[in-house]
């Protein structure tokens, strides 16, 4: 998967361990599968409203392989507050297969995934109870927790760590970065801020995390009901508040903390590298709320023009007077105002007398792009809109499509003649879209 977003790994898996090691991986979400394989495979498998999160469990049975060359897009959480609400339903449905532990069906392989999802589930919980304990072995004890400090907070941000180590160890020399115009956090940067959410967040996940397992535990042991209430992401965007009142309520657990970290500091004030530690982390929980709300808004909506600076304006105009230029020397009469398909300098004939129908297209919507972008006048535009359509017009077709290559020169169809879907669904796309536009502009510019 290659869209990233988030803290967590699942949305940009470039390999598999389990795969890579076991010749076998592990199914997380999305994938192609053979229906009749899966029907005889898992037909009658798994009772009925038993588990809420079946993906894991399918992979073990079907053998899933990882594809790591196949591009899904799928939506993520836009906040804080459904990016838990989706958490919470993950670790409810990695519990409720604890019983397939017990099963002769898995091998151990599959019960060692089953369990890695249980070890994660609880990352935070244990590492808010190991933190309370080392600061109650502080306060009547003179020993240093701050070792154990350290290790507690290396589980929580191992991943961030080991972007950081990577980018230090195998960083190269005189690499030029590709220019972008899409705002987005990503590389060392994107690895540190992953790092600080994770510990900001630490006392409200444990406790969030907390209430999903022992309501699990308690609906799989006791009530038997509810065990496959979910609520869909699209629902969960929807329905979650984003308001600052609400995320400090959903995080009451960090203010919680924080209050009894500034307080305990009173008690440890003898040691001074500890009380102020504590104090700095207490006051950043109480504060993570603020953060999260703020990062959770939705952002303004602008024009993707107003979204450029100077310098990036200028480089894309710049893009396009050299693209234009292209179109203004070779969209002349001895092309028949057709666009060329390509050009290549090393050919003794540098232009090639050729064009298919989505040239075509793309010739027109470059003269409506000079006239917006003020390269040509009306006029001009008016002009070589019409020699082009004139050329059109002359062209052999069937039934009223255009074949997909001519020759500009002598505008005959290119053999073998053929009319492509595609290239036709462009070309008329194109077409009327350029109509339109021009002739919007035109009857308030003349």
Same mark, same amino acid.
């Given at each position: 998967m290659q869209e990233t977003g988030g803290v967590d790994s699942y949305t940009n898996a470039i390999s598999d361990?389990?795969?890579? %090691?076991?010749?076998?991986?592990?199914?997380?979400?999305?994938?192609?599968?053979?229906?009749?394989?899966?029907?005889?495979?898992?037909? %009658?498998?798994?009772?009925? $409203?038993?588990? +809420?999160? /079946?993906?894991?469990?399918?992979?073990?049975f079907l053998r899933c392989g990882l594809g790591s060359d196949i591009m899904l897009l799928d @939506?993520?959480?836009?906040?804080?507050?459904?990016?838990?609400?989706?958490?919470?339903?993950?670790?409810? @449905?990695?519990?409720?297969?604890?019983?397939?532990?017990?099963?002769?069906?898995?091998?151990?392989?599959?019960?060692?995934?089953?369990?890695? $999802? +249980?070890?994660?589930?609880?990352?935070?919980?244990f590492s808010i109870l190991n933190l309370i304990f080392l600061v109650a072995i502080k306060i009547f004890t003179n020993v240093k927790i701050w070792p154990f400090v350290l290790i507690t907070f290396i589980s929580v941000t191992i991943s961030s760590i080991l972007d950081i180590m990577n980018y230090i160890v195998f960083r190269k020399e005189n690499v030029k970065t590709q220019k972008k115009f899409t705002k987005k956090i990503d590389g060392l940067k994107a690895s540190i801020y992953r790092g600080l959410i994770s510990i900001m967040t630490l006392p409200s996940k444990s406790y969030l995390t907390t209430v999903a397992i022992i309501k699990t535990i308690y609906r799989?042991?006791?009530?038997?009901? /509810?065990?496959?209430?979910?609520?869909?992401?699209?629902?969960?965007?929807?329905? %979650?508040?984003?308001? +600052?009142?609400?995320?400090?309520?959903?995080?009451?657990?960090? &203010? &919680?903390f924080g209050i009894l970290g500034i307080v305990l500091c009173f008690f440890i004030k003898q040691y001074i590298f500890s009380s102020w530690f504590l104090g700095i982390l207490s006051l950043i929980w109480i504060l993570s709320p603020f953060v999260m709300w703020y990062i959770s808004k939705q952002a303004e909506t602008k024009k993707s023009v107003d979204k450029l600076n100077k310098e990036e304006r200028e480089y894309i105009k710049k893009v396009a007077e050299d693209t234009w230029k292209y179109f203004s020397d070779y969209m002349n009469k001895q092309n028949n105002f057709l666009p060329p398909d390509n050009l290549q300098e090393s050919r003794r004939e540098k232009v090639v007398p050729r064009t298919s129908a989505t040239n075509i297209g793309l010739g027109l919507l470059t003269i409506i792009s000079a006239y917006d972008l003020k390269f040509i006048t009306i006029?001009?535009?008016?002009?070589?809109?019409?020699?082009?359509?004139?050329?059109?017009?002359?062209?052999?077709?069937?039934?009223? /499509?255009?074949? %997909?290559?001519?020759?500009?020169?002598? +505008?005959?169809?290119?053999?073998?003649?053929?009319v492509s879907t595609v290239d036709s669904g462009n070309f008329v796309r194109i077409f009327i879209y350029s109509k339109n536009i021009f002739r919007r502009k035109s009857s308030y510019t003349i």
């Open positions: 361990i389990y795969q890579d %090691n076991f010749e076998e991986g592990i199914y997380t979400g999305k994938g192609i599968y053979d229906l009749q394989t899966f029907y005889k495979v898992m037909k %009658n498998r798994i009772p009925e $409203n038993t588990v +809420l999160s /079946h993906d894991l469990l399918e992979g073990c @939506g993520y959480p836009s906040s804080y507050s459904s990016y838990m609400t989706r958490l919470i339903r993950w670790i409810r @449905g990695d519990w409720q297969i604890i019983p397939w532990l017990k099963s002769k069906d898995l091998n151990k392989l599959s019960k060692y995934k089953i369990l890695d $999802n +249980l070890r994660r589930s609880t990352v935070e919980i799989m042991k006791v009530t038997k009901e /509810h065990l496959l209430e979910w609520t869909t992401a699209e629902e969960a965007e929807r329905k %979650n508040k984003k308001d +600052l009142k609400t995320m400090y309520i959903t995080m009451f657990t960090n &203010v &919680v006029d001009k535009a008016i002009t070589s809109l019409e020699n082009s359509i004139d050329t059109i017009e002359k062209l052999d077709k069937w039934n009223g /499509h255009l074949y %997909n290559w001519y020759n500009t020169k002598t +505008l005959k169809p290119l053999m073998p003649r053929y």
